[in-house]
């Protein structure tokens, strides 16, 4: 899903929301996730640590999201 808001959403705005460190958040935050559910799918005995750092990066990526704006289409999801 969060792939899709980068390459439907901001790649059409443009400006801030391809900036680079941003870009680099949201494909973070979307790498985090996918991690999680993969442990989480399989009852790994490790996946609150994975959960932690994917809060703490989904966290960061939706602070960057704010400092861009226009996130009313991110916030619908």
Request: aromatic share 2%; glycine share 6%.
């Amino acid at each position: 899903m969060l792939n899709e808001m980068l390459t439907s959403h901001c790649l059409s705005e443009g400006g801030a929301h391809v900036e680079q460190t941003h870009v680099k958040l949201m494909l973070d935050c979307a790498a985090a996730c996918a991690a999680c559910i993969d442990l989480m799918s399989r009852n790994s005995d490790h996946h609150v640590h994975y959960c932690k750092a994917c809060a703490e990066i989904c966290k960061a990526c939706a602070d960057s999201c704010e400092q861009v704006g226009n996130i009313g289409k991110c916030v619908e999801y």
